[in-house]
């Protein structure tokens, strides 16, 4: 299981709107919840990035490097890490 620290939960809670109509989340706990049930990782590098949707299939339409950071599910924390959330 996937363990969340508050610069990932804050990171979701500003930014959810991105992937998401309207928040699903209004505070840490209910974030890590919404994160957990999802099944969001937290990746260390633009290539784990990119790894991560080759192993998953996902098809990113030829998009390479920081292209692929444009995507909706791709959250930058801050820190250099990436929270990918599959909506």
Do not use: T
């Amino acid at each position: 299981m996937q363990v969340f620290d508050d610069a990932v939960l804050k990171c979701f809670l500003e930014k959810q709107e991105q992937l998401f109509p309207e928040p699903v989340a209004e505070s840490l706990e209910e974030a890590e919840n919404f994160l957990e049930e999802c099944m969001a990782v937290v990746v260390n590098s633009v290539d784990e990035v990119i790894e991560f949707f080759d192993e998953e299939g996902v098809d990113m339409d030829g998009a390479v490097g920081d292209e692929i950071l444009e995507a909706d599910e791709v959250f930058e924390v801050g820190d250099g890490r990436y929270l990918i959330v599959e909506g």
